[in-house]
């Protein structure tokens, strides 16, 4: 998405004609051509070499090359005060640092914890903690943990392939023991 943005502006850049250009913003036809350029780059190299990308350390570099063009239009249309470069980039700038984010964040392993009192989830939110009675059923399976909860959610995520000092038949059975122990205590809201 940001290489068709980027194609977008720099064509539009680019296609402005002179006679609307000021003298001093002559340059400006070479840096819309180069933004263009650059935004069929990324879309080109998204598109032919997407597994390449998204499983080395390109996809990185390519989130702060994305990143840095954006930033060099965003800080020009601010001091210069067109508005509408300035809203494009701004919006793209958010989703990519954004996208930067959660994608670094993802390649954290999450620790999923089980206690008395129930199940603390990375990842859910204000919801992280599940007690017990919430909980329906619990399948921990080929690095899946699966958690159904009695209003009908389900949540999935991949545990690490690490982890060999889990027990699955103790952890099975102390899940199933805490589950049945309190699966009186459930109230459903409605």
């Known amino acids: 998405m940001v290489g068709f ?29 180069g933004y263009a350029l650059l ?9 032919f070499f997407n597994r390449k990308v998204i499983q080395t350390k390109a996809n990185s570099i390519l989130r702060i090359v994305e990143i840095l063009a954006l930033l060099i239009i965003l800080i020009y249309a601010g001091v210069k005060q067109w508005y509408l470069p300035l809203a ?8 990519i640092i954004l996208a930067y984010f959660f994608e670094q964040n993802h390649k954290k392993d999450k620790v999923v914890s089980f206690n008395e009192n129930g199940i603390h989830i990375p990842g859910l939110g204000r919801h992280s903690n599940a007690p ?12 899946i943990l699966t ?8 949540y999935q995520a991949n545990i690490s392939k690490n982890n060999k000092l889990i027990d699955y038949e103790i952890l099975n059975g102390y899940i199933r023991t805490q589950i049945d122990a309190n699966k009186h205590k459930y109230r459903a809201d409605w």
């Open 39 to 47: 935004g069929l780059l990324i879309v080109i190299t998204c598109i």
């Open 147 to 154: 958690v159904d909860f009695m209003n009908n959610k389900l």
């Open 88 to 95: 494009y980039s701004a919006t793209a700038l958010t989703g």
């Open 5 to 33: 943005l980027l194609i977008g502006i720099g064509m539009v850049t680019w296609l402005v004609p002179n006679s609307v250009k000021q003298t001093e913003l002559q340059f400006l036809n070479y840096v819309g051509l």
């Open 132 to 143: 017990w009675e919430e909980v329906k059923n619990i399948i921990l399976k080929h690095n």
